[in-house]
């Protein structure tokens, strides 16, 4: 049973950072590649940023980039950095994983998720 948890969110002002980490356990072989989603009241679940089994590859929605930085280490967890918050992106983040396939961008290409963390950005 693979299990995903994420940590790390909660209140903040605008302009502050936060960082956000998803622990994995269970088996889940040693490839697989690991997104970050999230979802807005009211809106739907979007692509936030992706990254290779290897680390070689981090990808990310293109209305985040500079902004977000998405790491993963030895030990199956991955931190997702985030600074210059504003209220447009609270949000509840997702961390998910991906065993086969090569898409990225997509919640169809992820196999198991977590139960989400909540990021609140005050104006």
């Known amino acids: 049973q693979v299990q995903l948890v994420e940590s790390g969110g909660g209140l903040v002002q605008a302009g502050d950072s936060l960082n956000v980490s998803c622990t994995i356990s269970g088996r889940t072989g040693s490839r697989f590649a690991m997104g970050w989603f999230r979802q807005a009241p009211g809106k739907e679940r979007e692509f936030v940023a992706a990254i290779s089994w290897s680390a070689s590859g981090a990808y990310y929605a293109d209305s985040l980039k500079g902004r977000f930085t998405l790491s993963r280490d030895n030990t199956k967890s991955t931190y997702l950095q985030m600074s210059g918050l504003g209220p447009e992106d609270t949000a509840v983040y997702y961390c998910?994983?991906?065993?086969?396939?090569?898409?990225?961008?997509?919640?169809?290409?992820?196999?198991?998720w977590g139960q989400g963390t909540q990021v609140t950005v005050s104006s």
């Open positions: 998910a994983l991906r065993t086969i396939g090569t898409g990225w961008t997509r919640g169809l290409d992820y196999t198991y």
